[in-house]
Each structure stands twice: as C-alpha cells, then as structure tokens.
C-alpha cells in the first residue's frame, strides 16, 4: 500500500489531468488484456482448424475465423503483447540511447559536430525505410524488431535532448558550476540531466506510439515477426486479400492498433499539458 500522502498525490494529480487518467486507464486495461489473453476465454493461436474457416464471429468465435480456422479473438489478444513489448522496449531503449547521446552531444561542443552529422545522416533516411533494411540483415523476431526501430528512434530523442541542454548550458547555475571547478560528468549529471526528464517522458511516450505502428507496418509488409508469432501487423496482413467479403479479420485488429495508440497519446497530451509551467493551471 502506498503511503497516504502519495496516494492523494497521484489521485489529485490523475483528477487534474483528465488525459494523463484516460489514456493511462486504456493502457492498463490493455496491458491487463495481454498479461491475462489465456484466462480471456482464448485457445491455441496458432492451432489450425480447416473444417472451421473463414466463419463470421458467433457466441463460438467472438471475432470469427481466418482462412486457416484460426481463431481471430485469440490471435488478437495475444497479438496485444506483441505490439505492447515493442512499443514499451522501443521507448525504454531509445530513449536511454537518446539520452546519453543527446546529454555528450549538447553539453560537450567538441563531440557535437561528429555525433549530430551521423544522427542527420539517420534521420535523412525514413524510420520505416532504416527499419526494413536493418530487418533485410537479420530473420524475423521480435528482438530484432525491437532494436531495428530502437535505431530509427534514437536520432528524434537525441535531437531532442541536444536542444534541451544547449539552452540549459548557458544559465547562470551551471556557470557557476564551472567557475567552482565542478567536473563536466557531475554538471552533467546534477544540473542537466534532471532538467531533461520532463520533456524526454513526454517524448517515449510518442516513440511508443510510432514504435507500434511501425512493426504493424513490417509485420504487415512481412518484414517484421515471423508469421508464427501472432501481432496484429500479421494478422490484418492475413486478411487483406479477404478484406471485400470477411472484413472482421482486419477490422478488429485494426481497432486494437488504434485504441493502443491513442491511449498513448492521451497520455503524452496529458504529461506535457502537466509538465510544462506554461501550460500548469495553478501557477
């Protein structure tokens, strides 16, 4: 249990920030869905059932059957901990990668030149573009999934974080660092560092996002995880070619992608409305 005083803070928080208590409410019900797909009334996944084919969803099936029998309900909810482990990895990745690159980029000027040409150089490609050609170097996995898009993100975050300490070098406290002889790793580390977590939260919030959208886009393409592995990128990818006559098989993981996506929005939305003492409400 947490401590009183916590708990009203974090109530009083989610109350003032109607967003942040939306989005974060869809996201746990969907992690929830994932963590617990084989107690939701699900079956094998992967378990073919000719005889059973393409039927349209019944108290049997929920969401129907694909073109090999496969139950689309039980494809979907565990296609969920597909998406929700690349988009958490992929943040978590990328941004602590951004993060370092970022804080040696911005602060020190010597090293800035080398690291934001190679970060331009990346962000010149495409992030779906650079994640099909590292995903062209390796097989399909959902490890490499999570690293080729950690790639293609870590650019973003990195400029992000340059801009953010080359503003916050020039204030008055980190001069007075330097002038006491404090070391540029404690600067670093005590004066800028702290001052970059708001905006970077608010930022692996949209690298989540973009980060499930991207592997629906290689998993669709057939690019991404292998078709053995149930996501909802291989699932509509299935179903397209029926998409005329049984829509259910790409419509329903479709809605799931975009619920995902948009709790994870709300939440950004919500912690950078929250974050930033422009926007605060009770300056």
């Known amino acids: 249990m947490l401590p009183v005083k916590v708990r009203r803070g974090v109530l009083g928080f989610l109350r003032n920030n109607p967003t942040v208590a939306i989005g974060g409410t869809l996201l746990l019900v969907l992690v929830l869905i994932g963590i617990f797909a084989p107690y939701l009334g699900t079956v094998d996944p992967t378990a073919l059932a000719p005889a059973k084919r393409l039927r349209a969803p019944s108290a049997d099936h929920w969401f129907g059957t694909d073109a090999l029998g496969r139950d689309v309900y039980s494809r979907v ?5 597909v998406s929700l482990t690349v988009g958490l990895s992929v943040a978590w990745l990328a941004t602590l990668a951004g993060l370092a690159i970022g804080l040696v980029s911005g602060f020190v000027r010597w090293a800035d030149g080398i690291i934001m040409r190679i970060m331009d150089g990346l962000m010149s490609i495409p992030p779906i573009l650079l994640a099909i050609a590292l ?17 293609a993100e870590i650019p973003r975050v990195s400029r992000l974080v340059r801009g953010v300490v080359l503003s916050l070098r020039e204030q008055a406290y980190v001069d007075a660092a330097v002038a006491s002889g ?4 404690m600067i670093i580390l005590r004066h800028i560092l702290p001052n970059t977590l708001a905006p970077m939260l608010v930022q692996a919030t949209y690298v989540c996002a973009s ?9 669709f393409i057939g690019a991404g995880t292998p078709p053995t592995i149930p996501s909802w990128g291989n699932i509509m990818a299935e179903g397209r070619a029926l998409w005329q006559v049984k829509p259910y098989i790409v419509f329903f993981p479709a809605a799931l992608l975009s619920l995902t996506v948009l709790a994870v929005n709300l939440v950004g939305d919500g912690l950078r409305d929250a974050l930033d003492p422009r926007m605060a409400k009770n300056l």
Do not use: D, F, H, Q
């Open 211 to 219: 980060a499930m959208i991207v592997e629906a886009i290689l998993s």
């Open 77 to 81: 909810l565990y296609g969920t901990r």
């Open 182 to 185: 404090t070391r540029t790793p």
């Open 135 to 151: 995903m062209a170097l390796t097989r399909g996995s959902v490890g490499n999934v999570i690293m080729a898009i950690t790639v």
